[in-house]
C-alpha cells in the first residue's frame, strides 16, 4: 500500500518560530515541530509521510497549495498572517479537491481584531486554533477521518 502524503505549509514568519513572540508562539523552532510530527506518524505507525513547506512569499505557497492538490491526500496550512488577507490562497485552496485543514498557533479569537477573521476558512474543511504547535497533530488527526 502507498503511503499517503499530506502537505504541510507554514506562511510567513513562521520560520521564526522559537524567537519569535515565544510569550505567543512557544518556544518550539519550525524544525522541532516537523521532528515532533514525524515521531508521532512513526510512533502511531500511520501510513503516511509529510512534506513541509514554509515560505514568507505569498506565491509561492499558491504555488504550494496548487501542487498538493496534484499530489497531496491532505493540506494542513497555517498562513500566518496571509490568512487574514490573502484572497489567493483562498482562491488555490477552493481549487483543490483534497481535505484541508486551516492551524493557527495562537487563538487568533483572543488577539487583536484584524487577526479574527481568516479568509482561508471559507476553503478549509476544518480550522484549529489555540493549542499552539499541538494543533498540527490535532489537524493529522482531522485529516486521517477525512482522507
Given at each position: 500500500?502507498l503511503?499517503?502524503?499530506?502537505?504541510?505549509i507554514?506562511g510567513?514568519?513562521?520560520?521564526l518560530?522559537g524567537d519569535?513572540?515565544?510569550?505567543i508562539y512557544?518556544?518550539?523552532?519550525?524544525?522541532?515541530?516537523?521532528t515532533?510530527?514525524n515521531?508521532?506518524?512513526i510512533?502511531?505507525?500511520l501510513?503516511?509521510?509529510l512534506?513541509?513547506?514554509?515560505?514568507?512569499?505569498?506565491?509561492e505557497?499558491?504555488?504550494?497549495?496548487?501542487k498538493?492538490?496534484?499530489e497531496?491526500?491532505?493540506?494542513?496550512?497555517n498562513?500566518?498572517?496571509l490568512?487574514?488577507?490573502?484572497?489567493?490562497i483562498?482562491d488555490?485552496m477552493?481549487?483543490?479537491?483534497i481535505p484541508k485543514?486551516e492551524?493557527?498557533?495562537?487563538?487568533?479569537f483572543?488577539?487583536?481584531?484584524?487577526r479574527q477573521?481568516?479568509y482561508?476558512?471559507?476553503?478549509?474543511d476544518?480550522?484549529?486554533?489555540?493549542?499552539?504547535?499541538n494543533g498540527?497533530a490535532?489537524?493529522i488527526?482531522?485529516?486521517?477521518?477525512?482522507?
Open positions: 500500500m503511503k499517503k502524503q499530506i502537505y504541510i507554514n510567513p514568519n513562521l520560520n518560530l519569535r513572540e515565544p510569550d512557544g518556544t518550539k523552532t519550525l524544525a522541532d515541530l516537523e515532533d510530527l515521531q508521532i506518524i510512533e502511531n505507525e501510513n503516511i509521510s512534506l513541509f513547506v514554509q515560505s514568507n512569499s505569498e506565491g505557497i499558491v504555488d504550494q497549495v496548487q498538493a492538490g496534484k497531496a491526500a491532505g493540506l494542513i496550512i498562513a500566518g498572517g490568512s487574514h488577507t490573502s484572497i489567493s483562498l488555490a477552493l481549487s483543490i479537491n485543514i492551524v493557527h498557533i495562537s487563538n487568533l483572543s488577539r487583536e481584531e484584524f477573521y481568516s482561508l476558512s471559507k476553503g478549509a476544518g480550522f484549529i486554533c489555540g493549542f499552539g504547535i498540527y490535532l489537524a488527526q482531522g485529516l486521517l477521518k477525512l482522507i
